[in-house]
């Protein structure tokens, strides 16, 4: 039997999910007093019920999550073993037909051979970039999710008095961030950019020449030390610098810079190449992503104009960037001739329709990208906890 009762909403930011019932009070009629202590408390049980929900959604988003991730793991490590074995067969049998092939005096087949060979060390350099990003880490995903779960957790504090048990499930979120998107750390090395960038010119430079590449290539690099392996520097400075010079046709200019900006160190690679497409620039980063159209998409040998890529090598860097600390940052303006018209790139500015000089191509488009260095003694380098002669192995 009824003799009274209190009805009161259960309101949430969105909508009204329920009400809170209050029957036959002990002693007398309820009060408006009753009703105020009666909706203040309607209000913590909207928000608990309205936390669980969301912790429900957060959990099933996660274990979503960790299957993506699984996947893309286990093709990531597909590719690179299925890749490795079948390239060092067919390596070697290469070498011994070509072997054979001069013993008999038969030239008829160089150029077959030496066209297998260019792609199979172009298929070997896809296979050791897919590992290097294994053995690197997600670091850029986990950012993500790291902060999307500390929005969670800032969002859940308000109910832990209450309800214990979302804290404790947190806690195991984040145990299993830890565990499922590990991270490495190589033993960084005290480098004198100077002097390494020397070598990369040199290598570089070489590259080109075998390509019978014409391009002005300038190095201008100031003294400074940075802390980090010589490994990712190099795969950092000759990724930079090679798509560049595979962006600028003959005759174009790659200018490779350094400089010293308080603690940071300033290191900019800027083409006068062909530019890349507005509709890309977001998505260059994100890996396996060539900028060019499908039509006109071709592997070509490396430093060749418009040689065509995977998208790796920036993906490999941005997640580099995440570890060692540095940023990296780009513009690029594509060339107008391309946009307004179906010729195909002509590869050699002198050969181009639109351009009466040099300067006309250097002045139509290009591409700049900037890394953004701390110096080895800076703070940012000591707040990463990164010192030469040890070894993190730590989670980031």
């Known amino acids: 039997m009824i003799r009274n009762e209190i009805i009161v909403p259960l309101h949430t930011r969105?909508?009204?999910?329920g009400c809170l019932i209050t029957m036959n009070k002990r002693d007398g009629q309820f009060t408006e007093g009753d009703v105020h202590i009666l909706s203040s408390l309607a209000g913590v049980v909207a928000m608990a019920i309205e936390n669980y929900t969301f912790f429900e959604e957060l959990v099933t988003s996660y274990k979503d999550l960790e299957n993506l991730n699984r996947v893309k793991t286990k093709v990531l490590n597909h590719l690179s073993h299925e890749l490795r074995t079948p390239l060092a067969i067919?390596?070697?049998?290469?070498?011994?037909?070509?072997?054979?092939?001069?013993?008999?005096?038969?030239?008829?087949f160089d150029r077959a051979i030496a066209r297998m060979n260019r792609h199979v060390h172009s298929l070997n350099r896809l296979e050791s970039q897919v590992e290097s990003i294994i053995r690197t880490g997600y670091t850029w995903e986990r950012r993500q999710i790291t902060s999307f779960l500390q929005a969670a957790l800032d969002l859940m504090e308000v109910q832990t008095e209450?309800?214990?048990?979302?804290?404790?499930?947190?806690?195991v979120l984040h145990k299993w961030m830890t565990t499922t998107f590990p991270t490495r750390r190589d033993e960084p090395k005290r480098i004198n950019i100077?002097?390494?960038?020397?070598?990369?010119?040199?290598?570089?430079?070489?590259?080109?020449?075998?390509?019978?590449?014409?391009?002005?290539?300038?190095?201008?690099?100031?003294e400074a030390d940075l802390l980090m392996p010589d490994h990712v520097l190099q795969a950092i400075m000759e990724g930079?610098?090679?798509?560049?010079?595979?962006a600028v046709p003959d005759h174009g200019d790659v200018e490779v810079t350094g400089r010293v900006h308080g603690d940071r160190y300033l290191f900019t690679v800027r083409d006068t190449g062909i530019g890349i497409p507005e509709k890309d620039k977001e998505l260059i980063f994100e890996g396996f992503y060539p900028v060019q159209e499908t039509e006109d998409y071709s592997s070509g040998r490396p430093y060749s104009f418009n040689?065509?890529?995977?998208?790796?090598?920036?993906?490999?860097i941005r997640m580099f960037s995440e570890i060692y600390g540095f940023k990296l940052s780009f513009t690029s303006e594509r060339c107008p001739h391309l946009l307004a018209s179906n010729d195909s790139f002509p590869g050699n500015v002198e050969r181009c329709?639109?351009?009466?000089?040099?300067?006309?191509?250097?002045?139509?488009g290009g591409s700049e990208f900037v890394v953004d260095f701390p110096l080895a003694d800076s703070k940012a380098v000591v707040e990463l906890g990164l010192k030469a002669g040890s070894r993190e192995d730590q989670p980031l």
């Open 14 to 17: 969105e909508k009204t999910i």
């Open 90 to 108: 067919i390596r070697g049998t290469l070498a011994t037909m070509e072997r054979k092939l001069n013993d008999k005096g038969m030239k008829d």
């Open 162 to 171: 209450w309800t214990p048990e979302i804290k404790r499930a947190t806690d």
């Open 194 to 222: 100077h002097e390494f960038g020397k070598s990369v010119h040199e290598y570089v430079l070489e590259k080109a020449e075998q390509e019978n590449r014409t391009i002005n290539l300038v190095f201008r690099l100031e």
């Open 240 to 246: 930079l610098i090679r798509n560049a010079i595979e």
């Open 307 to 316: 040689a065509g890529g995977k998208g790796i090598d920036l993906l490999r």
């Open 353 to 364: 329709t639109h351009c009466k000089t040099l300067g006309d191509c250097a002045n139509s």
